[in-house]
C-alpha cells in the first residue's frame, strides 16, 4: 500500500515561515508528480503548489513568491518551504502524489496524506 507520511506543520505567527514535509512509499508506479494542496473550515480544498517529476512547478497564485515546492525523486519526498505566512494561510494542508503516466499509458492512482494543520495567527 502506499502511505504519504506528513510533517512540520504547526502555529506560527504572520510573517513566519513553516517548511512541510512528505514522504511516499510503497508506491508500484512511479511517481510523476507529488504536490500539496490545503482546505480551510468551509472552504473547498485548493492546489497550492505542485512539482513534476522533471522539477517543472506550478503556484497558486495566492502563493507565488512566498511558497517554494521541491523534490526529492529518489527518496519521493516533496518538502514545501512557506515563508511571509499570513492568517489566510491557514488551513489544513494535504500532500498529493500521482502516478499518472508509465510508458506512455495513462495510470489513475492518486494518493494522499492525512493532512497537517497551519495555523497562522498572531
Known amino acids: 500500500q502506499v502511505q504519504l507520511v506528513e510533517s512540520g506543520g504547526g502555529l506560527v505567527q504572520p510573517g513566519g515561515s513553516l517548511r512541510l514535509s512528505c514522504a511516499a512509499s510503497?508506491?508500484?508506479?512511479?511517481?510523476?508528480?507529488m504536490g500539496w494542496y490545503r482546505q480551510a473550515p468551509g472552504k473547498q480544498r485548493e492546489l497550492v503548489a505542485v512539482i513534476l517529476s522533471g522539477d517543472s512547478t506550478n503556484y497558486a497564485d495566492s502563493v507565488k513568491g512566498r511558497f517554494t515546492i521541491s523534490r526529492d525523486n529518489a527518496k519521493n519526498t516533496v518538502h514545501l518551504q512557506m515563508n511571509s505566512l499570513k492568517p489566510e494561510d491557514t488551513a489544513v494542508y494535504y500532500c498529493?502524489?500521482?502516478?499518472?503516466?508509465?510508458?506512455?499509458?495513462?495510470?489513475?492512482?492518486?494518493?494522499w496524506g492525512q493532512g497537517t494543520q497551519v495555523t497562522v495567527s498572531s
Open positions: 498529493n502524489a500521482e502516478a499518472t503516466m508509465y510508458r506512455s499509458i495513462a495510470l489513475p492512482y492518486t494518493y
Open positions: 510503497g508506491s508500484i508506479f512511479p511517481i510523476n508528480t
